[in-house]
Nanobody
Framework: QGHLVESGGGLVQAGDSLRVACVAS???????MAWFRQAPGKEREAVGA????????YYADSVKGRFNIFRAAAKNTVYLQMNSLKPEDTAVYFC?????????????????WGQGTQVTVSS
């Protein structure tokens, strides 16, 4: 049974950078990973995703050019580097995993989810 654990959230100021991490365990196949976020009173939205190999990444328009997803050499750890943070980036950030992704489905239908880490950006 897959298990995902996020870490690295916190309180930062607008314009700052923050990196959150997700460590996966118990997954028996190669898997793609993604980051989602959910702000109070809003629906969960996809932020970005990365393929197993790391060769393919996808991002929501709202974070393109500011956020970067990458995998550690060990492959079971994925990072979300967030730069030029804005107050509207405030949310609980979740990581998720599934066997594969493409340009058409990177933002949906994930099988495994973490518990989330809070990111708060003050103005």
């Amino acid at each position: 049974q897959g298990h995902l654990v996020e870490s690295g959230g916190g309180l930062v100021q607008a314009g700052d950078s923050l990196r959150v991490a997700c460590v996966a365990s118990g997954l028996t196949v190669d898997f793609a990973m993604a980051w989602f976020r959910q702000a109070p009173g809003k629906e969960r939205e996809a932020v970005g995703a990365i393929s197993w190999s790391g060769a393919h990444t996808y991002y929501a328009d709202s974070v393109k050019g500011r956020f970067n997803i990458f995998r550690a050499a060990a492959k079971n750890t994925v990072y979300l580097q967030m730069n030029s943070l804005k107050p509207e980036d405030t949310a609980v950030y979740f990581c998720a995993a599934k066997p594969s992704i493409s340009g058409r489905n990177w933002d949906r239908d994930y099988d495994y989810w973490g518990q989330g880490t809070q990111v708060t950006v003050s103005s």
